[in-house]
């Protein structure tokens, strides 16, 4: 249904807002900053599927085994973008 | 499909360029059309005269890879003009554009990307 | 077939320039078969103020874009909690401003094919 893309961190005022915003059917994308989400508990954030850019991630000091969520590359990230019509950002 | 990408803040100071390079790459490598379309700030991102220290990349050169594989650069000429930026400091390839072109390319893209401000 | 646009603006209308862009932006749509709308959140929210004025500041005025509002009928919609949260009053009609409550802002979203935020 929907991408919705999360590019600030935990503090940004907008970025909780968008994330409680997905329906169960969206997919949620944490790029660059948005990845510090990944340490919030967001099962309880959002219903919808949650995805980090993996490449921010790692540039941010984390590995594999610190992500709570799906880590994604950019071309994982086309392949969402195809599937969702409707953008959220 | 077609894709357009929106950049609105400036160069250097954050990473979005960085990201759009990047995802328009990896839509282009899926056979996808792209346009990236530089907004406000971001406009700052297309002049080609840009001198970064030798450690870091040069920003210009990210958007003119793109537009060597196919994809377009389009750069607000209101933004350009606010910014001080002339279509011969632009990056080869790209196109001063508008809003007319920015309504446009949200009409006949099939999906639209906007990195937010 | 018609495309519908929400533009979100969420910083405030002095000290940046985003609410103006927010506007602008969207009163460019109407050259395609394009609905937009503009949604003013957080401290965004303080632009509906008669008393707002960045031009004090030197800075852009903002009520310049009530005209083309009304010009083009464009939605403007504000957030009920972030009205009350910046203690926005002396709301200016000419913004036509409707009032939204935050908890229903999924909904509202998912009713737009580009959310925007700028």
């Known amino acids: 249904m929907a991408l919705i893309l999360i590019k600030f961190g935990i503090d940004h005022p907008i970025e909780k807002l968008k994330i409680k915003s997905a329906k169960k059917e969206d997919s949620v994308v944490f790029i660059q900053d948005g990845i510090y989400w990944n340490f919030e508990n967001l099962s309880e954030l959002t219903t919808g599927k949650t995805y980090l850019i993996k490449e921010d991630f790692f540039a941010r000091g984390y590995t594999e085994e610190e992500a709570n969520t799906n880590l994604i590359n950019y071309h994982e990230f086309i392949d969402l973008i195809e599937k969702e019509s409707k953008f959220i950002g | 499909m077609k894709i357009a990408i929106q950049v609105m803040v400036q160069p250097y100071t954050y990473q979005d360029i960085d990201t759009a390079a990047k995802l328009a790459h990896a839509a282009l490598d899926k056979g996808h059309e792209v346009t990236i379309f530089l907004f406000c700030d971001a406009a700052i991102a297309s002049n080609k005269q840009i001198k970064p220290v030798r450690s870091d990349r040069k920003i210009p050169d990210l958007l003119k890879e793109v537009i060597d594989r196919g994809g377009k650069v389009e750069i607000c000429g209101i933004c350009m003009d606010y910014r001080g930026i002339t279509t011969d400091m632009i990056v080869e390839g790209s196109n001063p554009s508008g809003l007319p072109e920015l309504a446009a390319l949200i009409y006949e893209s099939d999906r639209f990307i906007s990195l937010m401000a | ?118």
């Open chain 3, 1 to 118: 077939m018609e495309k519908k646009v929400l533009f979100v603006v969420y910083q405030s209308p002095v000290g940046s320039i985003w609410v103006n862009e927010g506007f602008r932006t969207a009163f460019g749509m109407y050259g395609e078969d394009i609905e937009p709308a503009v949604l003013l959140m957080e401290s965004a929210s303080v632009a509906l103020s008669k008393n707002t004025s960045p031009e004090s500041l030197g800075l852009l005025p903002v009520k310049i874009v009530q005209r083309f509002i009304k010009r083009y009928e464009t939605p403007v919609y504000a957030i009920k909690e972030d009205i009350n949260k910046y203690n926005v009053k002396n709301i200016d009609e000419n913004f036509n401003a409707e009032i939204i409550n935050k908890d229903s802002l999924s909904d509202f979203f998912h009713k737009f094919d580009y959310v925007i935020f700028m």
